[in-house]
């Protein structure tokens, strides 16, 4: 099993998300679909009521009524399955490489690791890789990955490693992205293995030519997809709502059937018995008279449970997702990406969002950071049109800067102090340089360095490279040379970083550059500028950084280089030891100026922010990033302002750890404290990787706490705990949850989550292949929660409630006839009426405003967010509003049969002949009960399209067109006994009376529906009612927004400054060691230097214990 | 550290755009009309129905007036008679019924006779299945596979022709009118065709196939409730006999209610009664047959002149005055309190 992968173009890599193909087969399809089907508890009803039909002595209804829609509903859900196969079959065969555990496999330059692998070679000095984890913990800054000396030196070559044999031994599959314990057995040597030596699955190689590994775990056993949690089958709130209803309306149907059953047992003991011309010749006892009419009401009035809701539901839901796909509003033109709803079940639970929760890098920013102004000397700079760079040939195309001024002042060089200035931005880093085809590639520990050095070589102070202990960079053309005495390297408590460097002159100097405050407090006494440096780029939600340098005397740093020489050999608490010293030499700085480093977020994220917030949904933001990051980005996109009170996390893990169960309680007393007027509480809770287990009352509290404040950052989380947080939330507020993000690391959140969104970003695929929405960007969400969501809500609803309303209005005849007719389950309809009612006559106008009808247009509900409340409190659709809908469906099918009751009443036709049949009064209630429902249904339809106008009257000519057709003369001949009805439309139709009949009917369904709205409307207006009102005035007033857009912006937060470098210590020490400077060697000096003994083969093998 | 943009852009070009169409109806913007109930909308709706409810309900009252009705009980007046058909073995005894009654005004145009039944479930399930449209319609087909049963064959296997409930109870009384004029009786003139629906009489009953009706029903047997065949039906009139009866296709018509009336005969507006029925005495004479008392039913005989809404019905009158009544006063109510700031 020795085989050699080539991985080239290694496709992005596709987790085991595909369903698989079903029933493909052209001859299994229909059988095995149908017992699909039939697995459905719906479906499976509509069989055993046909089978009931089948039976004589309880057929109540010909057989073809229950057939027909079952037969319409099988079949249309048959294609969709269809469809949906044949689509996912399309996907199956791509992208789908076979790698098991123990292959050796090659990845080159920018491409994904398919499995976790042990790194054994690669083509940089020192068997260094550097890969990007973004996709795992969302961090976009370089790591590098070092593979055994003994592996890198002897597995350079393709032959050697076609001959690597070792045993490894390592844990079992898991999900700790950070750990890793494992011993290699090699040449009878055992060296152990640590998570350094471990490329996981989901990263990008980056800066590293190509590298080899053995595959450790493949597949399902990676840690990606150990923390990538297991599909859930989603359903919407609404979907167990409408089953609990549809059981609901089942137990009315068996109580109805069986007070029916009981009626019809009385009524045969009274007069049933006596009545001679009923005579049937079977003996049977009234009371089994009765049960035999039971099952006959239960067939009589199926229809109650209303067969095409599933389908109707299914299409509507399908025709909504398309519109979503097709939403040009939410096509991100960048990228080419349109919205993507990948599930078509779940449209209308996006109208009921609580919680958000949101990915930070790649989701809420872009993950690039800029540099966007800087002030040198209290001058401010980087407000202009876009700089030319053509004229520094180090330049790098994708800086844009806006300052001329500023390149003037340095190719002047008449400012010292400017010149200064971008030296330290070129020496004092910890940056790696690559250069490869001429083309200089730096390699940053952060993006917020590579940011800076990148300015500094645009402005003509390149980087070129670095050796242990000097730095060779090129001073606007003039290559130059530094001796590097010291990298003070940065770590999050002393938030800054300096260089001692000798410069050519032979002095020493100290580069420092740091947090602001950090600086300050370390600036020297008479530095005048402070003053000047000081909220410069306050205002505007920048990265700020101070930069700063101090001259030392050879005496001074002879004497401090040798406290630095012995805290740096220090066996006990060395970090502290150096800290000390550090602190010892950074003091009485000069301050050169400061940068602003935008980590640019998305296009429109604060505002979306903002609208979702103001829709009373609230937003958390969880990121593996550290503290400061995500609080400063907590600030940029507004979801903290300066008038919240932020507090840390940490506390209550201080509580928790003493397992003690006031958390909530001491936290609410902390915030009291802190906040006395601020209004807004806010909380950034830091949660440290800590012990799983919580316990119930602990996850409670935080939950609760969580919850009492607007908004919750939390950061360091693995995946694994994204998705319990999610739970909790869940768990705890029964709150509909989404999970947006675009990595790997949101896979399990997005999975977790009631509706998952992955953003189709730079990320690869994973988070989109998991999630049930994709679009290209954050601001989207917006359009997807407060358009498509608000709107599939209220139709959905809507939807329902008429569907409800409707087959109650229908079915409930039946029951009113059966007191006149000795309830002997005879039907007050004709039964190709009852097969045709819920499939042609009063299903297309309901279907169409489940698809179109909006109560306020996009535009209205983007700028009234209040709008979405309505969801969220399931206003719309709840047991309140169906029994409501169920008592107007009742109340509507008393007027269809007693108006014509009356009029029935001893009653006789314009001509003379008797009207009084049963023939023409099913006609009339008939006629009455399609112009009813279709009238409501255009009383309820708020956005009138043609194709609404056309549904509604279109249903009624089709009725009338069937209905004539049905009672031809020529259909009864053909058919005696399925067409009963011969001549009864036009001859009951054209009496004036029954025409009378109906219009009344109508008339009394519809006018007090009409009153109600009205008066409801006048004296409880709702939200929408009153923008709908208004909403002329409103276009009005967008019209004259547009017409003096303004370049006024409102005022963003103030004063606030938190530089961060991000997430690590830099590469100071890789540097100090010198490793990775040389350059790249032979493999045999290797084996010389490091003079390892016996080269043996034996197999590769690679063992889980 | 911004190369992973770089190839974005290449599959971009490689493959058609994904831009949706700009089309209104995928964008939703298909153009449309959002009616609003507004004050006025609102309140002219109810005046304007309340209004057209209003003068219909009074033109359907003013109408209902008009219309002469005259109505008998006769299973009660002809009590000796009822008694008789309580016990089924008297089946063969003829009972004979007159009953007197006077009108006090003409009842002037064309005046309909109706036999009524009060109590009888034409409407129940079992009875109105019970029939065979197929045989109905003259073809020899098997009644044993129609829902006729019991009354399908004899127990010698001659089947019944017309099968079914609904044909073996078929109304069997007949009631002559006499006019009592200067003490002379004259016989109203009746008419028996023409009373049932074009399509009953022409398409959904027809007589089989033969040269005369007798062979045509050969190896039939009448219903065992019925005194003679139905070849014999109308023995006058070949157009009236057998399946294509008018009183047997009207009885075939089932009612909607327990309660109904059935057209009977026409007046023919011949000599004396050719305005109608003038004023004065008159008698029916009734050949009782048919029982009823068992099931605790009653029979009428009623006479009625005819209007553009048919007959005396008052129900719809009343309803629409009332629906207009409660629409006018909803909306006058509203307008009072749009006028007095009661309403926004």
């Known amino acids: ?1105 | 550290m911004k190369n992973k943009k770089s190839f974005a852009p290449q599959e971009a070009e490689a493959r058609p755009s994904r831009c949706p169409d700009n089309s209104a109806f995928k964008q939703q913007r298909l153009p449309a009309w959002k009616p609003q109930l507004t004050i006025a909308t609102v309140l002219s709706t109810f005046f304007l129905t309340g209004a057209f409810c209003l003068s219909v309900g009074i033109c359907l009252i003013l109408s209902a007036n008009s219309v002469r009705e005259i109505q008998i009980n006769y299973s009660d007046k002809c009590s000796d008679c009822s008694k008789l058909r309580e016990n089924s073995y008297n089946w063969n005894i003829e009972c004979l019924c007159s009953v007197d009654f006077k009108l006090k005004e003409d009842m002037l145009g064309d005046v309909f006779m109706y036999y009524g039944l009060q109590n009888f479930y034409q409407n129940h399930r079992r009875y109105v299945i019970s029939r065979s449209d197929a045989q109905l319609l003259g073809r020899d087909v098997n009644v044993q596979r129609s829902y006729c049963a019991p009354f399908t064959t004899y127990n010698n296997g001659t089947p019944m022709a017309p099968c079914g409930a609904i044909a073996n109870s078929m109304f069997n009384d007949t009631i002559d009118l006499f006019y009592n004029f200067n003490s002379s009786v004259i016989q109203v003139p009746l008419l028996k065709t023409g009373n049932s629906w074009w399509t009953d009489k022409n398409v959904k009953f027809r007589n089989p196939q033969s040269h005369n009706l007798s062979s045509a029903f050969a190896g039939t047997a009448r219903p065992p409730y019925w005194q003679k065949p139905v070849y014999l039906l109308d023995e006058e009139d070949e157009r009236n006999n057998g399946y294509i009866n008018d009183d047997f296709i009207i009885w075939m018509r089932v009612s909607a209610f327990a309660t109904f009336r059935n057209l009977y005969r026409r007046i023919s507006r011949k000599r004396h009664f050719a305005d109608g029925l003038p004023a004065g005495n008159y008698t029916f004479h009734i050949s009782y047959n048919f029982p009823v008392t068992k099931f605790k039913g009653k029979k009428y005989v009623i006479l009625s002149t005819m209007v553009w809404s048919g007959g005396s019905n008052p129900f719809l009158g009343i309803a629409y005055v009332v629906c207009g009544a409660a629409a006018t006063l909803t909306g006058a109510e509203t307008e009072v309190r749009v006028l007095t700031g009661v309403l926004p």
Not at chain 1, 408 to 430: G, N, V, W, Y
Not at chain 1, 581 to 589: A, F, Q, R, S, T
Not at chain 1, 788 to 811: D, E, P, Q, V
């Open chain 1, 1 to 1105: 099993d020795q085989h050699f992968h080539e991985q080239p173009q290694f496709k992005r890599t596709i987790l085991l998300c595909f369903k698989k193909s079903k029933y493909y087969n052209p001859i299994t399809f229909l059988p095995l679909n149908l017992f699909e089907q039939f697995k459905r508890a719906a479906n499976f009803y509509f069989l055993v009521l046909l089978i009931l039909q089948a039976i004589p002595q309880i057929s109540t209804l010909s057989w073809y009524t229950t057939l027909v829609p079952l037969l319409l509903v099988l079949g249309i859900t048959a294609v969709k399955d269809l469809v949906d196969d044949i689509v996912s079959n399309m996907f199956k065969n791509t992208k789908w490489k076979d790698i098991k555990v123990g292959d050796i496999i090659r990845l080159k330059k920018n491409t994904f690791v398919p499995a976790d692998i042990l790194l054994l070679s690669s083509s940089e000095p020192n068997s260094l890789c550097y890969v990007e984890t973004a996709e795992l913990d969302g961090e976009t800054n370089l790591k590098f990955k070092m593979a055994l000396e003994v592996t890198d030196k002897y597995l350079q070559e393709e032959s050697a490693m076609a001959d690597f044999n070792g045993l490894i031994e390592c844990e079992e599959p898991n999900n700790r992205l950070d750990k890793f314990t494992g011993t290699l057995f090699w040449r009878n040597m055992s060296y152990a293995l640590d998570a350094d030596k471990i490329l996981l699955r989901g990263c990008k190689v980056r800066n590293t030519d190509f590298c080899h590994g053995v595959v450790i775990f493949a597949g399902a056993d990676t840690k990606i997809m150990k923390n990538s949690g297991k599909t859930k089958f989603k359903r919407t709130k609404i979907d167990s709502l409408m089953n609990y209803m549809v059981y609901t309306i089942f137990l009315v149907l068996i109580l109805l059937s069986a007070g029916l059953a009981i009626g019809h047992t009385y009524w045969e003991q009274q007069i049933g018995n006596s009545s001679w011309y009923l005579y049937d010749a079977e003996d049977y006892s009234p009371p089994y008279r009765g049960f035999l009419n039971f099952w006959g009401y239960i067939i009589v009035l199926n229809t109650m449970v209303p067969i095409s809701l599933y389908v109707s539901v299914e299409v509507i839901r399908l025709g909504q997702s398309y519109f979503i796909n097709w939403d040009l509003q939410m096509y991100y033109s960048e990228k080419d990406t349109a919205a993507k709803a990948r599930t078509t079940t779940l449209n209308e639970q996006l109208g009921q969002i609580h919680y958000i929760f949101s990915d930070k890098t790649g989701t809420l920013t872009q993950n690039i950071m800029t540099f966007k102004k800087c002030c040198i000397n209290g001058q401010r700079y980087g407000k202009s049109v876009p700089l030319d760079f053509s004229w520094n040939m180090y330049a790098d195309g994708k800086f844009l800067f806006y300052d001329h001024y500023l390149i003037e002042q340095i190719k002047s060089r008449k400012d010292p102090e400017i010149q200064k200035f971008f030296l330290l931005l070129a020496i004092c880093h910890t940056v790696m340089v690559d250069v490869s085809d001429g083309q200089i590639n730096y390699q940053a520990a952060s993006p917020d360095e590579g940011a800076l050095v990148t300015a500094a070589r645009n402005f003509g102070y390149v980087f070129l490279s670095r050796t242990q202990n000097t730095i060779t960079i090129s001073e606007m053309g003039i290559e130059k040379t530094y001796d590097v005495l010291a990298i003070l390297d940065f770590n999050s408590d002393r938030k800054r970083m300096s260089v001692i460097v000798r410069e050519s002159n032979g002095n020493i100097r100290l580069y420092c550059k740091g947090a602001d405050t950090v600086i300050y407090e370390r600036l020297h006494p008479r530095n005048v500028k402070r003053e000047a440096t000081e909220e410069v780029f306050a205002n505007e939600t920048l990265r700020t950084l101070c930069l700063c340098y101090r001259d030392i005397s050879d005496d001074e740093f002879e004497a401090w280089n040798k406290k630095f020489m012995e805290a740096s050999v220090a066996t006990t608490n060395r970090d502290e030891a150096l800290d000390k010293v550090y602190e010892e030499i950074e003091k009485n700085l000069i301050l050169l100026g400061a940068t602003a480093i935008e980590d640019k977020l998305q296009d429109g994220v604060p505002e979306t922010i903002s609208k979702l917030s103001k829709a009373d949904i609230k937003i958390w933001v969880l990121t593996g990033d550290k503290k400061e990051t995500a609080e400063n980005i907590g600030f940029s996109c507004e979801l903290l302002t300066d008038e919240t009170t932020i507090c840390y996390g940490e506390d209550i893990r201080q509580v928790k750890s003493t397992k003690n169960f006031c958390v909530g309680v001491k936290n609410v007393q902390f915030l009291k404290l802190s906040q006395q007027t601020a209004e807004e509480k806010q909380k950034q809770t830091e949660k440290r990787r800590k012990a799983e287990a919580y316990k119930e009352q602990q996850q409670k509290n935080f939950v609760d706490l969580a919850c009492e404040c607007k908004a919750v950052i939390c950061c360091r989380v693995t995946p694994k705990q994204k998705a319990m947080v999610v739970e909790l939330v869940k768990k705890y507020k029964k709150a509909i949850t989404l999970a947006i993000g675009d990595g790997a690391n949101d896979v399990n959140m997005i999975k977790t989550a009631h509706i998952g969104v992955g953003i189709s970003g730079q990320e690869g695929m994973q988070a989109v292949m998991s999630s049930d929405y994709s679009f290209g960007q954050f601001r989207y969400l917006q359009r997807l929660l407060l358009v498509h969501g608000r709107w599939s809500y209220i139709r959905m609803c809507k939807f329902l409630r008429y569907f409800f309303y409707k087959n109650f209005a229908f079915t409930l005849v039946h029951i009113w006839y059966s007191f006149f007719n000795g309830f002997s389950a005879q039907t007050a309809y004709e039964d190709w009426f009852i097969t045709l009612y819920n499939v042609l006559y009063s299903s297309l106008p309901v279907l169409l405003v489940g698809l179109f009808d909006q109560d306020v247009s996009d535009k209205l509900s983007l700028r009234f967010p209040r709008l979405y409340v309505l969801g969220q409190k399931d206003l719309l659709f709840n047991y309140r509003k169906f029994f409501l809908s169920l008592l107007h469906g009742a109340i509507t099918s008393l007027i269809i049969f007693f108006i014509p009751y009356g009029a029935y009443l001893q009653t006789m036709g314009q001509d003379g002949e008797a009207p009084s049949d049963y023939q023409s009064f099913a006609v009339t209630a008939a006629s009455s009960l399609v112009f009813v429902v279709n009238l409501q249904i255009g009383l309820d339809t708020s956005y009138w399209t043609f194709v609404n106008a056309f549904s509604v009257f279109g249903s009624i000519a089709i009725y009338f067109g069937i209905t004539f057709d049905f009672h031809s003369a020529g259909i009864h001949v053909l058919f005696p006994s399925a067409f009963q009805f011969t001549g009864t439309a036009p001859n009951a139709l054209r009496q004036p009376y029954l025409w009378l009949t109906m219009v009344l009917t109508i008339a009394v369904c519809l006018l007090p529906v009409v009153a109600q709205r009205f008066l409801s409307m006048t004296i409880w207006p709702s939200e929408s009612d009153r923008i709908q009102k208004n909403r002329k005035k409103y276009m009005a007033e967008e019209e004259q927004w547009k017409r003096r857009q303004s370049a006024f912006r409102r005022g963003l937060s103030s004063r606030r400054s938190a530089y961060a470098f991000s997430h690590q210590r830099g590469y100071a020490d890789l540097i100090a060691s010198g490793r990775s400077i040389r350059k790249k060697r032979a493999p045999l000096d290797a084996v010389l230097g490091n003079a390892v003994t016996e080269v043996r083969e034996a197999h590769t093998a690679v063992a889980n214990r």
